[in-house]
């Protein structure tokens, strides 16, 4: 199993409008390309980073499912959310593989 997972850190001022955005659109939006088998949204609850920590962690079975997503969606995504949130959040990418 092939785990991309998005870190966000958000001004805790804008927590709950991410929060909600996030679900909304971003989410759905990354789910609809088809890439993805599932996902899961979790929130770091001994970040050592000023403001509120979510990881967001997207399922696929191959990397190549991955990589067609990243050629061909995630720019697009992130740009999105940079419009959205502009200056209240730094975001960490990365890819990780289950070892069974």
Known sequence: ????????????????????WIQQEHIPAAMATGYFTDFKILTVLDSPNEGVTYCIQYLTNDLQQYELFKEQHLHHLHVQHHQQFENRYVLFNSLMKTIN
Do not use: P
Request: net charge negative.
């Open 1 to 20: 199993m092939i785990i991309y997972n998005e870190t966000f850190v958000i001004e805790t001022s804008a927590e709950q409008e991410w929060l909600q």
